[in-house]
């Protein structure tokens, strides 16, 4: 069973930065693309970013919304996702959650980490 923990959430003002950090336990982290995930209250979960594993190791995705301001990377060592969030907005105000990207994930979600975005 994998066990998936988000930490590095808060609240911070608009402008301002964030990292945040998933560890994942059990084998075979190496061999999954992750993603980081958001749920604002009353909207749909959307997929922000994703890095892929094997091959493609390092290539990245994000939503429109965040590129260019998040950056998605990962320590294959350490079984841990980051998500360095620059230019904070208060849009980006949500509890955010690491999986693999879609349409797979591992049975059991984190609990998330909420980032709060306001002056």
């Known amino acids: 069973q994998v066990q998936i923990v988000e930490s590095g959430g808060g609240l911070v003002q608009p402008g301002g930065s964030l990292r945040l950090s998933c560890a994942v336990s059990?084998?075979?982290?190496?061999?999954?693309?992750m993603g980081w995930h958001r749920q604002a209250p009353g909207k749909q979960r959307e997929l922000v970013a994703s890095?892929?594993?094997?091959?493609?190791?390092?290539?990245?995705n994000y939503a429109d919304s965040v590129k260019g301001r998040f950056t998605i990377s990962r320590d294959d060592a350490k079984n841990t996702v980051y998500l360095e969030m620059n230019s904070l907005k208060p849009e980006d105000t949500a509890v955010y959650y690491c999986?693999?990207?879609?349409?797979?994930?591992?049975?059991?979600w984190g609990q998330g980490t909420q980032v709060t975005v306001s002056s």
């Open positions: 999986n693999r990207p879609g349409p797979n994930y591992f049975g059991s």
């Open positions: 059990g084998k075979f982290f190496s061999i999954y693309a």
């Open positions: 890095i892929f594993s094997g091959g493609s190791a390092g290539t990245t």
